[in-house]
């Protein structure tokens, strides 16, 4: 059965087990580095799982009978209150077109909602068509913004925006 944990210090080992996982199969897909990453130290670690899990920040962990299968976080955007970002989004290959994917937005969005904002933001490599089409299956869509991936300026990063506005909330 698959269920969505907030990540926490409790659970902070399987955290770092799936980002690290996260940032070795789909290295395209984020901001940061395996190898920035792995040599983060215990308290690196500790400093994210306390801005993920604060007044404007959440990370969730898609568990699958125990063992973790995808990772999802949001945080409220600094200037502007009403909208938050989606970030770190991953499954595992394993867990793909199985729905954990979804139900990490749904915790996302209901987090979000939760914080008063009204426009969920996110950002996704131009080569990622999987992806692309997966978040304008839940409804977000392109904005024409972009900048550069910030890992190979040959590559442009593009904004999509759902507006989470009395939008259904997941049970929790």
């Not at 973790?68 to 209150?81: K, Q, S």
């Not at 990622?128 to 590559?155: C, K, S, V």
Request: glycine share 6%; proline share 5%; with cysteine.
């Amino acid at each position: 059965m698959l269920s969505i944990q907030k990540i926490t210090p409790t659970n902070i080992e399987a955290f770092k087990m799936t980002r690290l996982s996260a940032l070795q199969d789909t290295p395209l897909a984020f901001g940061s580095t395996y190898e920035r990453e792995a040599a983060f130290s215990a308290d690196d670690w500790r400093v994210r799982v306390q801005r993920w899990n604060g007044a404007t920040g959440i990370g969730f962990l898609a568990i699958d009978k125990d063992l973790p299968c995808g990772i999802a976080g949001a945080l409220l955007d600094r200037t502007n209150p009403k909208q938050a970002d989606l970030v770190s989004m991953w499954t595992a290959p394993t867990h793909r077109r199985r729905g954990a994917g979804k139900l990490l937005v749904e915790h996302v969005i209901a987090w979000a909602q939760s914080r008063g904002a009204e426009r969920l933001r996110l950002l996704v490599t131009n080569t990622n068509d999987t992806a692309i089409r997966f978040y304008q299956r839940l409804g977000f869509a392109l904005t024409g913004r972009t900048e550069p991936y910030p890992n190979d300026p040959a590559l442009q990063e593009l904004e999509m925006h759902l507006s989470i506005v009395g939008l259904t909330r997941p049970a929790s």
